[in-house]
């Protein structure tokens, strides 16, 4: 049915932006009387920047964070990494050099500036989530402030879950220990292979026995949701190899496993080690589809459930409240240079310190964007999903749904619903791109002059990716 993979949800982003790419506004300033000149107090001014009526409805007197169905987060992006990994080119830099003091200070003053207003004191924010880069290249006590910052200024829930993204050379014993009496409760282990041939492809720093012996100390002594990252089809990988790591997901006593196709992101060094041929890769569908079925059934056997489209957990063992949040599009604080985020339904991006800018968040993109995120879970309710079409684009959905339930990737549920079956699993993300298309073609949306989409590219074509980070482990 499909010819190409989308092998993560920013594929299927990537595919519903075109779907809604705007039409050219004439004049080039999107947006409507709200805009004015922005990018936070100190930037240039930058068209279709709504900081103002941010600062207006955060200062005023209803509504509060998290007070939607979603909840609220906070997400905190430190952009530094001690070692860079071959397949990466995401928004990090290299932390050799980098004044990793002022920028923990710029964080914190960041959090007490939005701890200020109203709409953030009177909230609840239910999930934190410390992404990059690698957050523990910050120093234990550089952390600990950070995590006292947060309690201090931000109305956390009383069980607010705070995860912590981690390559495992940089989080010893002691700091994980250290963090854990801060109130970290979650980490999120990039572990990606313990094959060796495959840690040294990867670039990951410690050989296989240290790493193995890693997570099993870390699990013994951490009270918490512990959840790793594994990379499968990446160049030469056998089935053998990736046997080994699902063995690992089994038999290390971790609570939930994020697992890609390896994606080559253009600019990395496998990128180019690949261009030059110096590494040679050859993957199919066919031998992505075995690597998938091999890895999800093995951990399905062991009792593992689908969280969402590229996320297996121990039932009850991980609630994962952070992707709940965002991808519900409720309240979450982005924090630190490159977050993106979105607070009382406008889209904000940090830029840099100072700087800061504002979508107007409200264009008939959204309830795309919402539907999206509902189809990245391993359930899809037709009601949920068609609540927010007109009548032709919903009997579209349902179309769709049951077109895919013809193929056998979806198999109807009990009440009324639908699950991917395991070749549903592995086409997730193309699933949801068709029915999405399917709701935009119908509803006659294409093309939308979106003032949200249009001032989301605005900011983009200024270097702010909105999601920066791993984000979603
Ligand atoms: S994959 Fe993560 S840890 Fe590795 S270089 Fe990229 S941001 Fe850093």
Redesign the pocket.
Known sequence: MFTERYRSHHDAEAHLARLLKPAPISGGRPGGPGERPGGGAAGKPMPGDYSGELEERLRGESGAAGAGASGAGVYIHIPY?D???T????N?KESGGADLEAYTGYLVSEIKTWGAYRYIREGSFSAVYLG???PTVLSTRQLETLLKALKDNLPLSGDCEITV?S?QHNLGPEKAAALERAGVNRFSL?IQTVSERGRALL?RTLPEEKAREHLRALRENFGGVLGIDIIYSYPGETLAELRQDAELCINSGIDSVSFYSLMIQEGSALARSIADKAVTFERSIESDRAAHRLFYQTLKEAGFSLLELTKLARPGRDRYRYIRVQYGRGDLLPIGSGAGGRIAGFPVYSLAPGRRFVSPGTGPSEKYHRMLGLLEFARYDPALLCGELDPEAGAAVRGALSALAGEGLLEKTEDGGYSPTAEGVFWGNNMAAAILEAAVTASGAKNPADPAEAATQTVQGVGAPAEA??GRR
């Open positions: 990494c070692r860079i990994c397949f990466c080119n995401l990090r990059g880069g690698t993204e390559a990039g670039g980070s791993h």
